[in-house]
């Protein structure tokens, strides 16, 4: 089992500036892709940004030169640093781990963190 726990959430103005982070704890040896996905109400959840081990990036369209990702591989971390908030960027932001191989050997896929609430007021 793995575990993931999010922080850096809260209320922010458009303009400012947060940083979240999301540690994996458990019976890990490797994360592949780490990743951060955002639901606003009424809509799908969507991906914001992912990075593979290798610290290889993808970012939606919508915060590319706003949002960086970044990971710490020792500490199973991953951080989002968002810059330039803007109203719309509002949601629910959930980390993600793609693929998890254990100190066993074996792979375990797909864990979700609880989610963290950004709030950007205009």
């Known amino acids: 089992q793995v575990q993931l726990v999010e922080s850096g959430g809260g209320l922010v103005q458009a303009g400012g500036s947060l940083r979240l982070s999301c540690a994996a704890s458990?019976?890990?040896?490797?994360?592949?892709?780490m990743g951060w996905y955002r639901q606003a109400p009424g809509k799908e959840r969507e991906l914001v940004a992912r990075?593979?081990?290798?610290?290889?990036?993808i970012y939606a369209d919508s915060v590319k030169g706003r949002f960086t990702i970044s990971r710490d591989n020792a500490k199973n971390t991953v951080y989002l640093q968002m810059n330039s908030l803007k109203p719309e960027d509002t949601a629910v932001y959930f980390c993600?781990?793609?693929?998890?191989?254990?100190?066993?050997?074996?792979?375990?896929?797909?864990?979700w963190g609880q989610g963290t609430q950004v709030t950007v007021s205009s």
């Open positions: 990075i593979t081990s290798g610290g290889i990036t």
């Open positions: 458990g019976s890990i040896f490797t994360i592949n892709i």
């Open positions: 993600n781990v793609d693929r998890v191989m254990t100190v066993a050997g074996t792979f375990e896929y797909g864990y």
